[in-house]
C-alpha cells in the first residue's frame, strides 16, 4: 500500500486510481500486481506471527528468570540473616586478630 501511494504520488495520479492504473504506472501487468500484494501480505502476516511467538518466548523467559532471581534473592538474604544471628561476622574479625600475634621462625 504504501509503494502504491509513493507510485500515485510520483506519477502525479488521484489518491481513488484503481489497481490496474498503479500497475500500469508501476510497469507491471496487472496480475503482476495481485501477485507481489499477495507475497506481500503473507510475508508481513508470517513476519507478525513470527515476532508474536518470539515475544511471547522472551516473555516467558522474563518471568522464568524474575522467578530464578527472587529464589536466589530470598536465599541470600536468609544466609546474611543466619550470619547476624549466629554472630559469624564477630567470630570470623576474632579469629583474625588472633592470628597475626604469632612471631615469625627464622631459619
Known sequence: ????????????MRADADVGGICEAAGVSRKTGYQW??????SSTERQKELEAKLARLQAEH????EDFDQVNFENEGRKLAWEIHEVEEWLASKK???GSKAKKKR
Do not use: D, P, V
Not at 37 to 42: D, G, I, M, N, R
Not at 63 to 66: G, T, V
Open 1 to 12: 500500500m504504501i509503494r502504491a501511494r509513493q507510485i500515485q504520488k510520483a506519477k502525479g
Open 37 to 42: 500484494a499477495e507475497k506481500f501480505t503473507q
Open 63 to 66: 518471568e522464568k528468570l524474575k
Open 97 to 99: 586478630n588472633t592470628s
